[in-house]
C-alpha cells in the first residue's frame, strides 16, 4: 500500500542482542524498546501486539500513541491512536543452532528508517519523503 503511513519500499535497520549465558528474556526487550521509544518521541505510551515472525517466537509488533494527535484519533493513526512502529521478537533457537551457537539466547528487533524520520520531523505524510518537490527535504538542514 502506498497510504500516509506506507510505502512499496523501505529501508530498514535491525538489531540483535545475544547473551552467551542464555539469560536473555523478553522483559529484558520490552525494557529496552520502551527505554528507547520514549528516548526517541518522549511522552508517549507504548504497547505490544502478539505478532508473527519466521524467526523469532515469541514475537510482537510495537505501537506508540500516535505523536500527532496525543492517542485522540487522526488521519495519520487511521483513527486508532495508535502508530505502529518496529516489529520484534525473542530469536527461536534453531536460528542459534543453525550458525552454530550453543546455550546463547537473544532478542531481535527493526525498524522502517523512514517511519522514524516522518515521525521525528513530524511529517504527516509519508509520501512526502518521495515527492520530487525538494522542498520538503530542504527544511531539514
Known amino acids: 500500500d502506498y497510504d500516509l503511513t506506507h510505502t512499496p519500499m523501505f529501508n530498514q535497520v535491525e538489531g540483535l ?14 525494557f529496552m524498546l520502551e527505554g528507547f521509544l520514549k528516548h526517541m518521541f518522549g511522552d508517549v505510551e507504548v504497547r ?10 515469541p514475537s510482537a509488533e510495537v505501537d506508540i500513541s500516535c505523536i500527532f494527535c496525543k492517542g485522540k484519533g487522526c488521519s495519520v493513526c487511521s483513527n486508532t491512536g495508535w502508530l505502529e512502529v518496529l516489529g520484534c521478537g525473542i530469536v527461536d533457537e534453531n536460528v542459534f543452532k543453525a550458525v552454530g551457537y550453543k546455550k546463547v539466547s537473544g ?6 528508517v523512514e517511519r522514524f524520520a516522518m515521525l521525528i520531523h513530524k511529517i504527516g505524510d509519508l509520501r512526502s519523503l518521495f515527492d520530487s518537490d525538494i ?3 530542504g527544511q531539514f538542514r
Open 48 to 57: 505490544f501486539r502478539p505478532s508473527f515472525f519466521p524467526f523469532t517466537e
Open 135 to 137: 522542498r520538503l527535504l
Open 107 to 112: 532478542y531481535a528487533f527493526g525498524l522502517g
Open 17 to 30: 542482542v545475544v547473551d552467551v549465558e542464555g539469560k536473555i528474556s523478553f522483559a529484558n526487550l520490552k
